[in-house]
């Protein structure tokens, strides 16, 4: 069993910044990859960010140069901060791990930029 717990979201203005973090629960020794995906009304899930065990970080076309994706494994827990916010941003915003049990996803967290 393995539970995700995603935080951090809300609203936030335009230009700024904001950190989710996402901590999993259970019974977890092996963590392959820890990522970030978000998901617009209407729009398909969009990975965002992630990292691997082996500490390769990729981004998306879209975030790339406004985010940083870091993680505790201590505390199995990955954070995403986003610089620079843009409406665009807008959306829901869902942790993922792969581990020795699976995949397992978060329940989401609400990210709303507005003016």
């Known amino acids: 069993q393995v539970q995700l717990v995603e935080s951090g979201g809300g609203l936030v203005h335009i230009g700024g910044s904001l950190r989710l973090s996402c901590s999993a629960s259970?019974?977890?020794?092996?963590?392959?990859?820890m990522g970030w995906y978000r998901q617009a009304p209407g729009s398909q899930r969009e990975l965002v960010a992630s990292?691997?065990?082996?500490?390769?970080?990729s981004y998306s076309h879209s975030v790339n140069g406004r985010a940083n994706i870091s993680r505790d494994n201590a505390k199995n827990t990955v954070y995403l901060e986003l610089n620079s916010l843009k409406p665009d941003d807008t959306a829901v915003y869902y942790c993922?791990?792969?581990?020795?049990?699976?995949?397992?996803w978060g329940q989401g967290t609400q990210v709303t930029v507005s003016s």
């Open positions: 990292i691997t065990s082996g500490g390769t970080i």
């Open positions: 993922n791990f792969i581990s020795e049990n699976g995949r397992a």
């Open positions: 259970g019974s977890i020794f092996r963590v392959d990859f």
